[in-house]
């Protein structure tokens, strides 16, 4: 990563860090439309279906039923054939339903048997049901009994009977596509922890190798570096700042520098100071005693003309005791002590 700026870095790793929440947005995405196409897989093509065959078999047997009741004056003529207009068209078209439906379902050597028998004998239930709207009209009774006993068996074999045996089958393939959409789900449950768990492993080497790559620019923590810097700015150049070994390249490394060649300076410019001071303190002594010395000179001319005028002011005995370094005054005491004795 010596290729990457510390920005690109630090982009990298939020990149990397974002990753795994995306690959779990997506399976989750996944898995719900996933689960959604199941679910109108399973409307359109298993449960549509199913309660058409159950609204069939629902009006024919409500057909049968009337039919006996009308025998039995337990219901009346009209009503039934009301209810026949109502469910003569719904039948064949809850037919045509359920056959749309699951055309591309996967079906079964019984179920196809079944809807073969069926297509047979729906064909002929406009005429049956034509010929019972004409007895409910007529309120004939005899015409109706013949239809219950002879000719309404193959209907209930033909139609009742196989769509019997269809719904269990619907059913059954309900609960197939249920347990398969389960299965389903399971499976991108395990494929979507199982991309997490690389993700997340995958990032945390990228984020390792990120990390460990950022400190080694700066050599150290970031708050190592920034201590650093800030006892440099207050001007403490006494700072140890230790470094990893074969780092010559990073941070603070170049602030350990830094400092070594701030302490170099300002050592050189104390050296110089110093030396600049020694130098003003010997010439100001220099001059001092060049002061002195024409100080001297100036005063020696003066002091030989008072020595001459004392001279000249100086009697013989004044001039004796300048010249044999022994005062005349003791000459006088001697003297005058010798004369005082002779007199004496």
Do not use: C
Request: aromatic fraction near 6%; glycine fraction near 8%; charge should be neutral.
């Amino acid at each position: 990563m010596k290729f990457l700026t510390f920005k690109s870095k630090i982009m990298l790793g939020f990149l990397l860090a974002v990753i795994p929440s995306l690959v779990l947005t997506g399976v989750d995405v996944y898995s719900i439309n996933k689960g959604n196409d199941a679910l109108a897989y399973v409307y359109e093509n298993r449960v549509l279906p199913t309660t058409a065959l159950q609204e069939m078999d629902s009006a024919l047997k409500e057909i049968r039923f009337r039919m006996a009741g009308v025998l039995l004056d337990q219901m009346p003529a009209a009503g039934s054939r009301n209810h026949l207009r109502e469910v003569r068209g719904k039948i064949l078209e809850d037919w045509n339903t359920f056959k749309l439906d699951t055309n591309e379902n996967a079906r079964s050597e019984e179920s196809r048997t079944q809807i073969t028998k069926i297509d047979k004998q729906i064909a002929l239930l406009p005429a049956f049901l034509d010929k019972l709207d004409n007895a409910y009209q007529a309120g004939d009774k005899s015409l109706i009994t013949p239809m219950l006993e002879d000719e309404w068996p193959a209907f209930h074999s033909g139609l009742v009977k196989p769509i019997s045996v269809l719904l269990p089958e619907q059913q059954f393939a309900i609960k197939q596509t249920y347990e398969d959409s389960k299965e389903a789900g399971k499976r991108l449950i395990i494929f979507g922890v199982s991309i997490l768990g690389i993700s997340l492993f995958i990032a945390i080497i990228a984020m390792s190798l990120i990390t460990r790559s950022i400190l080694k620019q700066l050599g150290g923590e970031p708050e190592f570096a920034a201590k650093i810097a800030g006892r440099i700015a207050e001007g403490d150049l006494t700072v140890a700042i230790e470094t990893k070994a074969n780092d010559q390249s990073s941070l603070v490394f170049a602030m350990k520098r830094m400092n070594e060649n701030l302490v170099s300076i300002v050592s050189g410019v104390r050296s110089t100071t110093e030396s600049i001071t020694t130098a003003a303190q010997q010439v100001a002594a220099g001059n001092s005693d060049l002061s002195q010395a024409h100080r001297g000179a100036g005063l020696q001319p003066g002091r030989d003309r008072l020595e001459h005028g004392r001279t000249d002011l100086d009697g013989p005995a004044e001039r004796r005791e300048r010249q044999t370094g022994q005062p005349a005054g003791g000459e006088r005491l001697r003297s005058g002590g010798q004369g005082r004795a002779g007199g004496e």
